[in-house]
């Protein structure tokens, strides 16, 4: 699980994120130390790490032993110096305001070898900005975790202007060999690509709760019980392959709404999805068969778990 010549990894602001992603790196069997600013902080970052490995336990997902284990492999401190020095590997976690991170970033560059791995977790920031505080730009990327971090596999991996291919290739091992899902961002940009899909829905979803089409508790409902339990399991393209093309084309152009590019450019080439053999996907017959089996089991298993825990 572990990637060659890492070995010590230094979190910087193990609050909400940082703690969960030091959970992570202990569990893959990294020596891991969680800086914060403040006793009081890092002894809550320790309690919160010691409960969510307790929950994995409990929900039978690691045993016992390995939770002790990977809690015993991370150690508090409040000095930066002493967390990041020897530190081959560092994940900042700290507020998402671009002074403070560059402020971190250039202690950093100071205390880290020349060979360490500078990453931010920031959720939209530019790591160009973020890195010319830093003597080694070349060395900073981003690996965007998405809360909470150590059981949420998407990680965004996004470089900036001077990020070097062996920063961001390097990044990618270390996650793909924890288990997590990493995803490289092929252009640096604002929100990079996972928030900005968030923020999309939710821009739509605090329209319809401002002019009173529904309420905040019937958002949530429509969306945990509909068309998010199926993106679990099919994602956006997918879906949108699974129904037809050439029916959501003409759906928009009912309702007198633009037609995506991408989409028009399918439909006009005879492209549907599934029942062509192609549409942003290629599709055999059994491509086709493991996305249903898939999505039905899937779904099968969380209508199981509401019927059992009265939800439904």
């Known amino acids: 699980m572990k990637e060659a010549g890492i070995n010590k990894i230094a979190i910087i602001g193990a609050g909400l994120m940082g703690f969960g992603i030091g959970v992570d790196f202990a569990r893959a069997g990294y020596d891991v ?162 928030n900005r899909i968030q923020f999309a829905i939710g821009s739509e979803a605090m329209w319809l709760v401002e002019n009173g089409v529904c309420s905040p508790e019937t958002v949530d409902i429509i969306i945990k019980m509909g068309f998010g339990r199926r993106m679990a399991t099919t994602g956006y393209f997918d879906r949108m392959d699974f129904v037809g093309l050439d029916l959501l084309h003409d759906v928009l152009s009912g309702q007198g709404r633009p037609v995506p590019q991408p989409l028009a450019h399918h439909v006009k080439h005879g492209e549907f999805g599934v029942k062509t053999g192609k549409g942003f996907y290629e599709w055999t017959p059994e491509a086709v068969e493991a996305l249903e089996r898939g999505q039905d089991m899937a779904l099968l298993a969380m209508l199981k778990q509401d019927y059992e825990e009265g939800v439904l």
């Open 33 to 194: 130390t969680l800086w914060n600013t403040s006793q009081a902080t890092s002894q809550k970052a320790m309690t919160r790490a010691r409960a969510a490995l307790d929950r994995m336990v409990e929900a039978q997902f690691i045993a016992p032993g390995e939770a002790d284990a990977a809690y015993l492999r991370l150690r508090p401190t409040t000095d930066m110096t002493d967390a990041a020095t020897g530190a081959d590997y560092v994940v900042e976690s700290v507020l998402e305001q671009l002074v403070v991170k560059q402020d971190v970033f250039r202690q950093l560059g100071d205390i880290c070898p020349a060979s360490s791995i500078l990453a931010t977790n920031s959720s939209g920031l530019s790591p160009t900005a973020i890195a010319t505080a830093t003597r080694y730009p070349e060395r900073v990327v981003v690996t965007h975790y998405f809360q909470p971090p150590h059981l949420v596999p998407l990680v965004e991996i996004v470089g900036g202007e001077k990020t070097s291919k062996e920063t961001k290739d390097t990044a990618f091992r270390v996650l793909t060999k924890m288990r997590k899902k990493p995803v490289a961002i092929a252009k640096e940009f604002p929100g990079y690509a996972g």
